[in-house]
Structure formats: C-alpha cells, structure tokens
C-alpha cells in the first residue's frame, strides 16, 4: 500500500506505469481470479490478439528476435482451450480499452499486451510503487535538501533515457521536497516584492514630495534602516520561517512612515520662508516628540507579539520591534544629513498649502456615518471568521512535490491526515480495533492483524483449485518452440477453426488468415506478433505460479517492510485509523479527533497535529491582538492623559479589524499561518497616523480646527507605500502570501485614522 513519508527526513518517489505488468506488490485477493476472470474475459483477449496482428503490418520488423519458448500457434491455442467457448462475448470495456491503446501507440509500434489488465475485474488501474528515501540535508545551508534532491531527479533522468522506462511518471514528495520548494517560492515572491516596492515607493515619494532629491534622501535613509535592521535579524533569530521573513516588506512601510513626515514638515517650516538649517531643528522639536510616541506605540504593539506559543509571530514581533526604533533612528540621524548634502547638490522641493481639514471634515460628516453603517453590517459575519490549518493550501500547487503530494493520495478521501495508536500486544490491538471500527468518524483500522485473513483454510482450498489450471502451461506453452513461424501461424488457425463460432473467434481467425498471407514474405511479422501478445505473460505465469502455491500467513512471515511501520522494537504494535470520509474541514477534522480520543486518549498523528495547531495559531493572533489594542491605547493615554483621545485613536483600528475580518468572510479567504499575522501588524502599524492625528489637532492654534493639510499628505502617502509595499506580494507564486497581501491591503483600505 503506497504510504508517504512520515519522517522530517523522508522523501517519497513514486512511479506510475501502465506497462509494468508484474503483481509483485498486490496479493491475489480474489483465489478464483485465474479461472473465473479468464473465463469471462476470453473475448478480451481475442480482440487484443487481432489489435496486435493488424498493427505489425505497418512495422518494420528487420532483426526482431523470435519470442522464446512461447509460440503463437501453441500459447494461444493452449489458452484458448481452456477457456470455454460459449463464454466468449463481446466486453465494452474491452473495445475502450483496444481504442485506448491504439491512439496512444505509435504507428507502426503497438503496446505489448497486459495480461494482467486483462485478468483484473475493474479498469486496470496504474502500477505504482512507492519508495521511501532518508534525504542527507545540509541544515547550514539555505537549501538544506537541495543535493539530495538534484541527486534523486539526475537518477530519474538516467532512467527515463533507458527503453525500459518509457510511459513511466515519476514524481517526488515529502516534508523535504515540499519544504524545498515551499522556500524557492517564498524567496522568489519576496525578491520580487522587494525589488518592485523599491521602485513604486520611490515613485510615491516623488509624487508626494515633489522633489527628487528629497526623495532620494529619504530612499537611502530606509536602505540603511532595512540593512540595519537584517542584521539585527541574523544576530536576534536563530532561523527566520514563513511568517517572520516578511519584516523585509514590513519595513519597507515603518521606515518610509517616518521619512514621509520628516520631509513634508521640512518643506512645510521651509515655506514659512526659514532656511533649512532652521527647518531641520524646528521639525525636530515640534515632530520629533511625536514620532517618538508614534515609535514607542508601534514598538509596544509589535513586541506584544512575543509572549505568544507562535514561534513566528512571536520572531517578528522581536524583530519589527527593533526595526520602528531603528527606522526612527536612521529618520533622525541619517535623513537630516542626507538632505542637507541634497541641498548642497542643488536640490529643491515644492510645499503644498497646509490649509487646515477642519472645513473638509464638517462639511462631509455623511463619510463617518458610512464607515460606521458598513462596520455595523459586518458584525454579523464575524462568527463565520476561520483559520484553514491545512499547510498544504499555502503552497503553490502547480510545484512538482506539490502535484506528486495530490497524486499519491489521490482518490483517498482521508488524505494524509490519519492517527495512530500504539498498544502492548495482538490482543489490546483486536480489542481497541473494534472499538474503532464501531465509530461512524472511522473508516479503517490496519494493523500487521489486517495482513493476515482469518479464513485461511476456506482460501488455501480456492487457490489449489484455481492452481489446477496452471500446472501444464509452461510445458504445453514450449512444444512449439522449434516449430517455424508459418507452422505457428497455421496450428492457431487450426485451433481456433476447432472451436464452436463466436464473432471474436472469427474476426480472430481472419486476421490470422491475413497474418498467415504476410507471413509468407515476411517471416518476422510473426515473431513481433507473438511478442506484443506474449512479452508479459511469462512472468506473469511466474508470478501466479508462486502466489497459488501459498503457505499460512502469520504476523511474523509478513514481509519485512509491513513490519517496520507496524512493530516496535519492543514489539508494541501500531494501530493506524483513517477516517471514514474527507476531513479537509476543520469540523470534520475535529469530529474524527474528538471521536477517536473517545476510544483511545491518546491517539495522535497528522490530523490531531494539524489541529492542534492551528488551534495554537488561531489562539496567538487573538493573544497578539488583544494585548497590542491594550498595550496602544496605555502609551496613548499616559502621553497624552486624555483617556478619550487614547479611545479615538484605537477605534479606527477597531473598525478596520471587522471590515478585514469581514471581507475575508465574503470572498471565502480565511486566515491561514501567512496572513494570521495581518490584525496584529494592522495595529502595530496603524496606531501611529491615530497619534499624528490626535497630536496634530492638539496643537495651540489648531484646537477646533483640526490638522492641517501636511499631516494629512503625510498619513495618505505613508499609507500609500506601505500597500503598494505589501500589495506586491501578491504577484508571489505562494498562496500564503497572495492572500496576506489582498488581507493586508483590505486592512489598509478600511479607516484608520480617526475623525
């Protein structure tokens, strides 16, 4: 049975091959296969006899060996006496079958023939063989399994050149494959992002400062801050994963927020006709308290990141904190220089009016109401808010581990999500498989036990009666070994003729009447003939002959490979539970959990795992988000001690919460392990334009008129960049961070300022 690998270390290569015609790794289910399938099919086989004699004709067979020991005349003749003449009839399936493979072989080059597609009572389905590989990862590489994996594909390619292997698919998954691909999209998509958020902030801040120059300074100051802040990365982390490897892109919107209010308060103290060296310090003093607390907060709220059981969250809550203080400082420090080394150079900036908002608010006080009617009605969807825990809906599915993954479980409606329990003994083992079995949530329990039929004398006694049949075969099969082609050719004639009339024994008869004509000019026609009909029948009859020629099955004479994933060293037994149905949702999944720990306490495996986890995810997003909302609005209220300036603040974020929450509801988006991460940063980053705001209008000749136009630019252009930075992601090939983008930029849409 095709198993993935379970192992951290494992890759599983599994092939796929319709020509494979050996039963290796299936056991003779059915002991009457031989006789009753023979018999029922023999129509099948006289069909695929003419397909093979009307397709050499178009073959050029100079040099094709003779098919040893297996005549036409004596190997057709001998099978066709056994089976019984009043059952041949015309199969359906028989003529899809011939069609199929006629299409699919080359002029001129048919298909050996299958015996045993032809013995299988349901549609030949793909041969398939599983191997388990232990890949040697190099953990202090950033591709720790990349060698491994190149080593694996190289000696697929070698194979697929070889004649043998043609028509065989090989795919290659498990933890290390997936992970390894998983890594080259993630690192692709953020390259990319990276690359492109440069150039569009850069165009953002032209546009916003009207001034190349300027914009240049403020670029060089958020470069130095984004290698500042990778190096207090390398040296805090010890590995970065999928969620904390965004402070790439988060700092692109911390360092530019700072810059962007710098520079449109320089030009703003400018326009009141003081020199730059005048404007630097007065832009010092009169914003530089503010981006503090602005810093602070938004520091505070990503360091609430770090108490939760989310190793991720909890890495870029340690590593964003640092980043606003280290943003702040580069806009403090660097920035100032920057621009008086720009001015040097000739550069000059363009202000625009700082008239006050307080005029645009009054008048349009129906924009307020909107937001707030649209946030009412999307309350009542956020019971309907869920997490997918599924790892493998992040990744992009058009990778080849990826596709392997869906293929080796395709058509298993439990997937990989399985539990399993370990017991003492064979008697514990029959005892909880019972209590298993008796779940409506359980599917199947396999064990070594289930290896082992319990009726074994009642089969013993079918297969020596279905062995009967075979034991002359090979002999009456090599009588005609020395006999020559045209001789072959006129004996299964002959045969057939002796035959009571059916329509395929006839359509059969004439073509080897046809067969005999062509043969007569060409004697190697007959040979390619035998061999597409006979290429797999003599290790088939090998392999029939050993699998009728049984033995009593015990636990201890299955096969070695069954008893390394069932048998403990110490001889406990594992039992695996598969699930009755599909359970790729989070209520099925829990109710085939909750249904088996009924039984057994403390079953375990992938679907407990998967569970369990996202449970923890789910619970941290809360955690996070919780205690940043506390955290902000205790730094609002104690810089400002205006509690109910603390609340305007926070609530914008509140209502930009649902309405995010809300749209991910209606477009079917949950949260995911990427995008958990977009309410707790929506806060950490949000909080401070509630602050410029709030600081803003608090200011001695702006009480009642509200901020003037320059905060306002400032907080529409910070807000500009920081989606334009994150929005990039969704050009990313990753799932995980398509949709943490559309949820950041959703969140970035909704208010976040106050009125």
């Known amino acids: 049975m095709p198993m993935p690998a379970s192992s951290s270390s494992g890759c599983g290569w599994k092939t796929r091959d319709r020509r494979c015609d050996l039963a290796g790794d299936r056991p003779l289910s059915a002991p009457q296969r031989l006789s009753a399938h023979v018999e029922r099919e023999g129509g099948q086989a006289a069909r695929y006899a003419e397909f093979c004699i009307h397709a050499a004709r178009e073959r050029d067979h100079r040099g094709v060996p003779a098919v040893d020991r297996r005549g036409l005349g004596q190997g057709a003749g001998s099978l066709l006496q056994r089976w019984r003449a009043d059952r041949y009839r015309a199969v359906e399936a028989c003529d899809r079958r011939r069609d199929r493979d006629n299409r699919r072989a080359p002029a001129g080059n048919p298909r ?39 080593s694996i594909r190289d000696a697929i390619g070698q194979l697929k050149g070889r004649a043998e292997f043609r028509g065989v698919q090989v795919g290659v998954t498990g933890d290390p494959a997936l992970r390894e691909e998983e890594l080259k999209s993630v690192t692709d998509g953020m390259v990319l992002s990276f690359g492109l958020s440069f150039v569009l902030l850069a165009v953002v801040l032209g546009f916003a400062l009207r001034s190349g120059w300027m914009a240049a300074a403020a670029m060089l100051s958020l470069s130095i801050g984004i290698a500042l802040t990778s190096g207090f990365a390398a040296l805090a982390v010890e590995s970065l994963n999928l969620v904390s490897v965004a402070f790439t892109v988060l700092m692109f919107g911390l360092g530019i927020d700072f810059a962007l209010h710098y520079c449109l308060h320089v030009q703003k103290e400018e326009s009141e006709g003081k020199a730059l060296d005048a404007a630097l310090s007065a832009t010092a003093r009169h914003l530089g308290p503010t981006l503090l607390v602005a810093a602070g907060t938004a520091s505070i709220g990503f360091l609430a990141f770090v108490p939760t059981n989310f190793i991720g969250i909890a890495q870029l809550g340690v590593i964003s904190g640092a980043g606003v203080l280290i943003a702040l400082a580069c806009n403090l420090t660097i920035l100032p220089a920057a621009l008086r080394l720009v001015r ?42 869920r997490f997918n825990a599924d790892p493998m809906g992040l990744r992009d599915p058009d990778t080849a581990s990826v596709k392997t993954f869906a293929w080796l479980y395709d058509g298993d409606d439990g997937g990989p999500y399985r539990l399993s329990v370990v017991v003492k003994d064979a008697a514990e083992a029959q005892a909880l498989t019972g209590k298993l079995k008796a779940l409506p949530q359980v599917g199947r329990v396999v064990s070594t036990l289930s290896f082992v039929p319990d009726d074994q004398e009642d089969r013993l006694g079918l297969i020596a009666f279905a062995a009967g049949g075979l034991e002359g075969a090979g002999a009456e099969a090599g009588q005609a070994a020395d006999a020559c082609p045209l001789q072959r050719v006129a004996a299964a004639r002959s045969q057939l003729l002796n035959l009571p009339r059916n329509p395929e024994l006839d359509r059969l008869s004439a073509a080897i009447q046809q067969l005999q004509v062509r043969a007569a000019r060409d004697p190697a026609l007959v040979s390619a003939v035998e061999r597409d009909l006979f290429a797999y029948l003599p290790p088939l009859v090998t392999e029939l002959r050993g699998q009728l020629s049984p033995e009593v099955l015990t636990v201890q004479s299955t096969p070695q490979w069954i008893k390394d994933r069932f048998i403990a060293t110490d001889g406990r037994l594992r039992l695996e539970i598969q699930p009755a149905g599909n359970i790729d949702s989070v209520p099925a999944r829990r109710a085939f959990v909750e249904a088996v720990q009924s039984v057994a ?63 991910g509801v209606l477009l079917d988006l949950p949260y995911n392990y990427a995008n958990v991460i977009v309410l707790p940063l929506l806060i950490g980053l949000s909080v401070d334009a509630g602050i410029y705001l709030t600081v803003a209008g608090s200011e001695p000749g702006s009480i009642g008129k509200g901020p003037d136009r320059t905060t306002a630019r400032s907080i529409l252009f910070s807000a500009l960049t920081t989606m334009d930075s994150f929005g990039t992601l969704s050009l990313s090939d990753h799932r995980g961070l398509r949709a943490w983008a559309f949820c950041w930029r959703s969140g970035w849409r909704s208010p976040s300022s106050p009125p």
């Open 601 to 663: 306490p403390t079953a375990s495996g992938p679907a407990r795992s998967v569970l369990e986890a996202g449970g923890y995810v789910a619970g941290s997003m809360i955690q996070a988000t919780s205690l940043a909302f506390v955290l902000a609005i205790g730094v609002v209220w104690i810089t400002t001690r205006k509690f109910s300036l603390a609340l305007i603040v926070v609530t914008p974020l509140v209502f930009a919460a649902i309405l995010t929450s809300a749209a």
């Open 112 to 150: 050996p023939m299958s015996w045993q597609s032809l013995l299988d009572t349901q549609p030949a389905p793909f041969a398939q063989r599983v191997l388990t590989i232990e890949a040697v990862q190099d953990f202090h590489a950033l591709h720790p399994a990349r060698a491994a994996l190149t």
């Open 344 to 385: 040097r150079a000739g550069g000059h900036s363009h202000f625009v009016s700082a008239a006050s908002l307080h005029g645009h608010w009054k008048r349009r006080p129906w924009q307020l109401w909107v937001v707030v009617g649209v946030t009412a009605l999307a309350l009542p969807l956020l019971p309907h808010v």
